[in-house]
């Protein structure tokens, strides 16, 4: 039996493709079948309209040619890949100038192994207001510093990942995601009540609690379960240097050079200021779509500007401490992070295709559109509805990772829904982000499920490969019990009437 259970332990790029393959099947019986639904979407004039959605067959001739002709570009385009090789270009001069040895040698020195945790989750639950680009960015740090504290690096990247996606819905401040739901919600309370406001602070209250007991609760997860699965790590001792005076130094360079440029770019997005505001989108109304609307500097630039702190930091620490003598170290020590990423590439590659085809089949759309409808038709109210919506979410998110896309297809029906029912338009929104955040990391059609996956891979030192399945049940723990906690934050609030935010009650 042990014989056949290793026969079928596919390797990551085999598993893709079983995946790939069942899609594509799938999306053929669910054709034929007939499934479909419908749902209601808001015209320029904040009029609905029903739409209905189909599921499209990739099984025939029209399916094969999708695939063909569709693969390079999207490969190409799929965001995980340049957000990924341009990030790893600063971590990598980080990493080769000795900036990161010197910095989480030192937080691991004076800082226990629980809180070196809480820090990794917290921050990175908190990276949610920077959009998607937090799971190339903490990801790989938080794997090097788990290394750098002799601890097993897979550890770091599981705590990571687990904090990125139970905590993607929670954010205390309004991100541009929170800005386009909050018009989707804004609009479909106008179809019950035309004068219906929010405020931009609607949820500061909540998602503050939620966000503190949820970085705890992971932190807990990982110090006493996922923390025994692993076993010694074997490290390069080479990696490992005392930090003398001339690191320090190196460290004061670095940390001092990389505040002067943060403080740059900050005053240039602070509106009002003498000569600031020059990287905002000065059309927009919104703050928060100044800064992160589709022509915003700052949005467009992002990534980049956090690749130049990064070489900053690295480059100065560099000639502090005299690891970088001249341009040749400079220039080498860029490409560092990018030595071995061809397995990596390959990952994305069958990612991408697995991701597009099932967008273009329709089938995630087509789920969520079904379990609005279920919703609206149940006769549940009060703490039975917020359930349901929670479990909804949840179940939705597994098909349908995009925030914007389910929300487009259950507001219209769900926030009339719940107003009817007493509850207020926010809470709605509330429950959603809640429920669909706790299952978002289960799913390999998340696109960055990849990044977390071949990280897993990068540090692996096991004799049998990682895997989908694998990386998927070192989750499930996290998922399982951040949803009951945020389910129980949700019932709790809502029978005590505590207030979401300012001015922003959980009922009408």
């Not at 099984?59 to 569709?70: C, D, R």
């Not at 938080?142 to 750098?148: G, H, P």
């Not at 779509?289 to 130049?308: E, Q, R």
Request: hydrophobic share 50%; proline share 3%; charged share 10%.
């Amino acid at each position: 039996m042990k014989k056949i259970r290793e026969k079928l332990k596919l390797h990551p790029i085999m598993s893709y493709l079983v995946l790939i393959a069942f899609v594509i099947l799938l999306s053929g019986i669910l054709s034929f079948i007939g499934i479909e639904s419908n749902y209601k979407i808001f015209d320029k004039n904040g009029d609905t309209e029903t739409k209905l959605v189909t599921v499209t067959s990739l099984l025939n001739l029209s399916g094969l040619k999708y695939i063909f002709s569709e693969t390079v570009a999207n490969f190409v385009a799929f965001t995980p890949l340049s957000n990924l090789i341009i990030i790893l270009i600063g971590i990598g001069i980080m990493k080769k100038s000795g900036f990161l040895r010197c910095a989480f040698t030192l937080i691991s020195k004076f800082c226990k192994k629980n809180v070196v945790t809480f820090l990794v989750v917290f921050i990175s639950m908190v990276s949610s207001i920077m959009g998607d680009i937090g799971y190339v960015i903490m990801i790989p740090l938080s794997a090097l510093l788990f290394y750098y504290g002799r601890r097993n690096p897979k550890i770091g990247i599981i705590s990571s990942f687990a904090a990125l996606t139970c905590g993607s819905g929670l954010s205390v401040f309004i991100t541009s995601i929170d800005s386009s739901l909050l018009n989707l919600t804004l609009s479909s309370a106008h179809l019950l009540d035309p004068g219906y406001t929010i405020n931009n602070l609607s949820f500061i209250l909540i998602m503050s609690v939620a966000i503190v007991l949820l970085s705890l609760l992971i932190t807990f997860i990982t110090e006493n379960y996922i923390t025994n699965k692993f076993g010694p790590y074997t490290y390069k001792e080479s990696d490992f240097k005392n930090i003398t005076r001339r690191d320090l130094k190196g460290l004061i360079f670095g940390i001092g050079a990389g505040l002067i440029y943060l403080l740059f770019f900050i005053y240039n997005i602070i509106p009002g200021l003498p000569l600031s505001g020059a990287l905002l989108d000065n059309t927009q109304v919104h703050y928060i779509d100044k800064l992160f609307s589709y022509n915003s500097f700052f949005s467009n630039g992002f990534v980049f500007i956090i690749t130049m702190l990064f070489v900053i930091l690295g480059l100065f620490y560099g000639i502090g401490a005299r690891t970088i003598k001249n341009n040749k170290d400079v220039c080498e020590y860029f490409g560092h992070s990018l030595d071995g990423t061809g397995r990596t590439l390959v990952l994305i590659l069958f990612a991408s295709i697995l991701i597009s085809v099932f967008k273009k089949s329709e089938i995630g759309t087509v789920i969520s559109a079904l379990l609005a409808n279920l919703i609206a038709s149940s006769k549940f109210t009060s703490v039975p509805l917020i359930i349901l919506l929670f479990l909804f979410s949840a179940i939705s998110s597994i098909f349908s990772t995009s925030p914007i896309l389910k929300w487009t297809v259950f507001s219209s029906t769900i926030v009339p829904t719940l107003m009817n029912a007493g509850i207020s338009a926010e809470f709605a929104q509330v429950i959603f982000r809640f429920g669909e955040c706790v299952t978002t990391g289960l799913t390999p059609l998340l696109a960055y499920f990849i990044i977390y996956l071949a990280w897993l891979e990068k540090y692996n030192q096991d004799d049998e490969h990682v895997g989908i399945f694998k990386s998927i049940r070192y989750i499930v723990p996290y998922s399982i019990f951040s949803g009951i906690l945020l389910l129980i934050l949700l019932v709790v609030w809502y029978i005590i009437s505590l207030p979401l935010g300012i001015s922003t009650s959980v009922a009408l």
